[in-house]
């Protein structure tokens, strides 16, 4: 059995590198034989809430946590399946039952090899009632699970499940470390056991999370020693450190920065930039509990008020296209046969008559005495969506509406006001998914506990849901999607806002980045530095 390694880290910064970084240029991305050490430093605008899987739903937890576990299949540069962890895999009887064979010598951290007893596990955690969970759901949809032998299981369904292959690009979980465990409560949470590229090393909470390589990673020892997320939320204050040459990636660009302050001649000679229609939409979402906004009609007319181009303009400096529903604008799922609701304030207020809200003498909306002002909540530090948010305070002022605007810090924005459904309204994005699926974020059945926060229920809605993940045909998929969309336009429980592109800088140093449709950090674990280029070296002390 492999002893657990204890790391002590020797961070040596060339402090000659600040002086001297404008002088290093462009280089060929895949340029030269791969070289090993050097530490990458990512900045990072949220922390991270939980890092076992399944048990959050923040993008910081997603990303860090995806350094420890593997998954049978995943997603290769161009989004096809690929095997990973699974040495082979079947779909048999028209999908309805999948079988996988999981690769021999695959070990956790500890040295116990990963088997299929790690994915019945898994499976058996994710459709356990008292596991806090919000992607339960496909898991649930398994009617049978059977282990095969020590690396072979499979899985069968009730009917066709066109979610089965996606189910299993989830990460499989430790069971002879969290079985018989309370998930709530484990050290796990916080320091995971690794079956993945990297170690967990240091979590310093509010400041940074430090990764070390794995020596014993089936795929091969990362190039690159450590992994440093610092924990930054403001992404101005983001900017500074990365110019400063403090962090080597920012992933979370605004326009601003990316269209004039990252064209400064020192900026360019140090960072590569980098721009794609990023996998998310912006939305402002509404507690559909409140009086305020539980009738479709005043959704509507906020619709019609919201001029969604001059957001664009305003917030993204046309860094991004507007969007009308939970799906990206080239993919196959996006309805574009719908017209967006166009910029009518004055259709917007014959609306809010008819919903019963009239004009008092202070020039507000009133209904029943209640005044039209809510607060509109998002996150600390995200200047993109913070302006989104002033831009809608003053499109909706002339109404009659009066928004208040709070930014709160993430991890208690999701924790104290998200997920316990304190609020009036959020802007906030999703990240979408490569299958168009929305039960877990759009079904009723996934109001309380699930991803469904802000309460929607439409009986239709789930019928299309139930029903495009119940068949493989795509066209038919795509009729059902289609309808889906056009209920969310009508009903309107989110005002969808924006997809974004995706701005982001790499230090040069770096060679290996690569742009492709699955965006540029698809294959950071063949970045690397050359010797001369490293800006850090590492001691690991065992």
């Known amino acids: 059995m492999k002893s657990q390694r204890t790391f002590v880290v020797l961070w040596i910064l060339a402090t000659a590198f600040f002086f001297c970084a404008a002088a290093e240029g462009n280089a060929d991305a895949g340029n030269g034989q791969p070289e090993s050490g050097d530490i990458l430093v990512y900045g990072m605008l949220g922390e991270p809430s939980n890092l076992l899987p399944y048990l959050s739903s923040d993008s910081a937890s997603s990303e860090v946590a995806g350094q420890f576990y593997v998954a049978p299949l995943k997603y290769d540069k161009d989004f096809n399946v690929v095997k990973w962890a699974a040495e082979d895999y079947s779909v048999l009887d028209g999908g309805l039952r999948l079988r996988f064979t999981l690769r021999k010598g695959v070990h956790w951290q500890d040295g116990v090899e990963l088997t299929a007893d790690d994915a019945e596990f898994t499976y058996r955690t994710m ?22 032998d020590r690396y072979s299981f499979e899985v069968e369904y009730e009917k066709p499940f066109p979610r089965s292959i996606n189910t299993w690009m989830g990460s499989l979980m430790p ?19 690794s079956c993945g590229p990297y170690l967990m090393e240091q979590w310093e909470a ?33 900017f500074l450190e990365l110019k400063a040459g403090k962090i080597d990636v920012m992933s979370s660009m605004t326009a601003q920065q990316y269209l004039y302050q990252a064209k400064d001649p020192f900026f360019t000679a ?17 507690n559909l509990k409140s009086p305020l906004f539980s009738d479709a009609r005043v959704r509507r007319a906020l619709a019609y008020a919201v001029n969604k181009g001059d957001i664009v303009k305003a917030a993204l400096l046309g860094q991004g296209v507007s969007t009308i529903g939970p799906y990206k604008p ?4 996006y309805n574009t046969g719908i017209e967006d609701y166009p910029h009518d304030p004055a ?8 919903a019963g809200w009239s004009k008092s003498a202070g020039g507000l909306l009133e209904k029943d005495g209640r005044r039209f002002s809510f607060t509109l909540l998002t996150n600390q530090g995200n200047e993109q969506r913070i302006k989104t948010a002033v831009v809608i305070q003053s499109q909706l002022q002339p109404l009659g509406i009066e928004v208040k605007i709070r930014t709160v810090e993430w991890a208690a924005l999701i ?128």
């Open 127 to 148: 459709v356990d009632p008292n596991t806090p969970t919000a992607y339960a759901g496909d898991f649930k949809a398994i009617k049978v699970f059977r282990r095969l």
């Open 415 to 542: 924790q104290q006001f998200v997920s316990p459904g304190y609020f009036d309204a959020v802007i906030l994005g999703w990240t979408i998914p490569q299958d168009p699926d929305g039960f877990e974020v759009w079904h009723s059945s996934r109001i309380g506990g699930g991803l469904n926060f802000v309460g929607y229920a439409d009986k239709e809605a789930d019928a299309c849901l139930d029903a495009a993940r119940s068949t493989f045909d795509q066209i038919e998929r795509k009729k059902r999607y289609d309808r889906f969309q056009e209920i969310l336009h009508r009903d309107q429980p989110y005002c969808f806002l924006y997809v974004p592109y995706t701005l982001s800088a790499v230090h040069k140093r770096f060679r290996g980045v690569e742009s492709a449709p699955a965006g540029i950090f698809h294959n950071t674990n063949q970045w690397w530095a050359p010797l001369d280029k490293q800006r850090y070296q590492t001691v690991f002390v065992r």
């Open 347 to 354: 259709k917007a207020l014959l609306l809010l008559e008819e």
């Open 270 to 286: 140090q960072y590569n930039t980098y721009r794609s229609l990023a996998s998310s939409y912006v939305y402002m979402g509404y």
């Open 175 to 193: 069971g002879h470390i969290l079985a018989g465990l309370d998930l709530r409560g484990v050290s796990q949470a916080r320091s995971p056991l």
């Open 206 to 238: 509010g400041a940074s999370l430090s990764l070390a390589a794995n020596p014993d990673y089936f795929e091969g020892r990362p190039y690159i020693d450590r992994v440093v997320y610092r924990i930054i939320p403001d992404l101005t204050t983001m």
């Open 330 to 333: 080239d993919s196959w799922a």
